[in-house]
Each structure stands twice: as C-alpha cells, then as structure tokens.
C-alpha cells in the first residue's frame, strides 16, 4: 500500500516516475491565466496570517465548508482569522476524494514543508507552524512565487484598469513578469443601462475621448486597448455563457448605442447584436497585435440570488451550465476566419459534455500558420482536478494534438495554489506513463520526455511570446 502523498503521489507506474521527476517536476512555470492582485506582487505583501494567504477569497473552500454545515460568519463574515481557519481544518476531513483534500495538503507541504494531516487536532499547531513561516522574509508574495519557479503571471483587469500596480512591479525590476490580461467583460453588459452608461463615462475619462456614437465607443476601447499593450499584455480573456452571435449591421448597431445612452432598456436581440458586435471588433484589435484570445464558457453564475445580495459575485455560489456552445461560437471563429483575421485563441468548456465539442471545434480553425494557434484549454474551474485533466487530456488526445497543448494555469487568488501546476504534471506523466506501460506508445524518453517538458513549459512559453 502506497504512503500518502508521497514523492510518487498519483504516479502509478514507472515510466511515469520516470517522466515526471526526470522532465516534469522541476519546471519553471508560466501562469498565463491567474486572478492575483497586481497591487499584491507591487507591494509585496507580507501575509499576516495563513487565513489571509489561504482562505481570504477562496470560494472552492467556502462552498465545501458550506456543504459541511459551517455558517457564513466562519466563509466571508466577522469571524476572527483563526476561527476562520480552525472552521476549515474540520471541514477538511470530510473533503476525502474531493479535490481540496490533495489541494489542501500539497499546498501545506509545499511552500511550508507541512507533512501532518490538517483536522481540528492539528490545526493550531500547524496555524502557528505556518503563522511563523508567513513572518519571514523567504514567504513575501514575491519569494513565494519564486520559491515555486514562476516565470509569468498573467492577471485579469478591466479595461479602466490603471495598471499602476504593473508599472511599479516593472519599475522595480522584478524578474518575474507580472502582465495585464484584458477582461472586457464589462463592455458588454447592457442588461441594466445605468450601470452601463457608468462604464461609458469612465471610458471618456481614461481614455480621453467623447463617446456619442458606437464608433467612439469601440474608439474609446480601442485607446485602452493601445494601453494594455504597452504595459505589456498579450493576452485577453472573457467569460461567457456562450458567444452571443447574431448578424448586425452598422446603422443597427448606432440605434442600439443611443436607446443604450438614453437609458433604454434594449430587447434580446438588440443586446445579442450589440455584444456580438463589440466581440468581434475586440477580436480583431487582438488579431492585429498578435494577441491570444481565451474564451471562458458555460459557467451558470449567482445562482442563489438571497446570497448574491447578501455578498455580491464571486462568493461561491456559481455551477456548470448547459448552454449551446457549437452553432454561435462556430459562426463567430469563422467570421474572423473568413478574412484570416483569427487570433491565437484558447477555448474553455465548464461543462465536460462539452469536451469533444470544443476539442473538434479548435481544430476547424488551424491553418497551419501557428503551431496550435486553436488551443482545447485545460480543465477549468469544477474541472482542474484529477477527473476533469485527464478527460480534458484524453479528449484533447483522441481529437487533437497533445503535443502541442500549453498545459495548465492557476485561475487562483491565492499564491499558494502553483501546486496545482505540480498536480497537473503528475495527472499527465501517469496517463502518458501508463500508454508506455501498455506498449500504446513507444518506451523512448528522448521522445516522449520531450512531449512533456513541451506540455508543462515550452509549449506556453513559444505561444504567448512573452520572452520576444
């Protein structure tokens, strides 16, 4: 019987013992899709507890504590920082076969050095043990990140985003790159009129331009656009339930811009024209720079809406939907594509019905021009754990080219989750292991070693450019 989590944990063979501690484990990582906070890494934050490193912010964990029985005050509410985490450790034995157990003590082990088991017997001791570390300067956000060999991060802003907090981490000359992503999700959230002539008004200001029309409107965009590039960013990222694709004209889309400044509230199809719209010229803009574009779909957000006014977004309360994805997301790439105006673009499904679907759709749009220019993304929010990487991998396999994937992101707040990366790289070292095992694919390491250090790291570093 195997310890647990061991230096061989989830590797279930030897040729994946072999791939992951000979070409996996030791990799730098390149965080291209992560929701740290910029003014963090700027200030390099000293944490002042493991309740504000580990917990402030982490909905996976909220939601288990819930289902555990745990009231809000102890998730998002007035509870002191240890009763916070002392609440965590007694949820976390009964999270046994849930991800956030592995999560949980990979995280423990690695940057802290943690071996014990976290239950309400350990969880002072291992609160103080922590606590100690997080006060030296070897556990600041930015030596963190360095402990686990981070190379880039990519954290997602809005277009009226500053971007102060990444000018002062360049300024500092940090050699780790810490760059903007555009998330323009905001420019398309006509549903409440005032809300959105809030954004437009903003808009004007940083962007220092009138919008009248829909013209300066994508004018005014396009600015910030310019900005977010000479800051560094290459990438944008917008979170969808499906594309919203309908055919627009422009004179339409003017009409839809003044009931929109009047305060008016619009009919679907004039919301699905008008975010179609925008859609596809922020498309084109990164076409034009040769951005990658990444496209987060399916997620069913603010389910229960007493707790959504109670707490705002973000808090835990959103699940897979089960949207049509194929038909408007088809249209929209080949409307790029019918000028070759597609950008580099990563496709993400929430829900795993949907994996062969996006699998195939990525490869209706390779020309041949970029080496996996249309990326199967890795398994996302309910699926980066175990079950949901190795579908993602086998469909991604079975459909497509594995050797060319970019391998995995964080998508965390937290500093403590480059564990993952180390996750993914054992969950494919034992998939591919177990194929050599089986004599499906060759026992040659010189070949297939290579396929991995290419999945885990240079994959990613030759696609996003982020080193030219």
Known sequence: MKAFMDENFLLENKAAEELYHDYARDLPIIDYHCHLQPSEIAADRQFENMTKIWLDGDHYKWRAMRAYGVDERYCTGDASDFEKFEKWAQTVPHTLRNPLYHWTHMELQRPFGIKKLLNP??????YEEANELLNTDAFTARNVMRSFKVEVVCTTDDPLDSLEHHQKVKDDGLEIKVLPTWRPDRAMMVDDPLLFNRF???LEKVSDCTIISFKDFLQGLAARHDYFHRMGCRLSDHGLETIPFAEYTDKE?????VRIRQGMMLSQEDKRKFRCAVLVHLALMDHEKGWTQQFHLGALRNNSTRMFKR?????????????ELARPLSRFLNKLDEDDRLAKTILYNLNPRDNELIATMAGNFNDGSI???MQFGSGWWFLDQKDGMQKQINALSSLGLLSCFVGMLTDSRSFLSYPRHDYFRRILCNLIGADMERGEIPHDMELVGGMVKDICYYNAKEYFGFFQ
Do not use: M, Q, W
């Not at 017997?121 to 291992?126: H, S």
């Open 200 to 202: 437009i008004d903003r």
């Open 371 to 373: 080496r996996g220019k």
């Open 253 to 257: 889309l003017e009409g839809v811009f």
């Open 121 to 126: 017997k350990t969880a002072r001791e291992i």
């Open 311 to 323: 707490l705002g977004p973000d808090k835990g309360y959103d699940s897979i939907g089960d949207f």
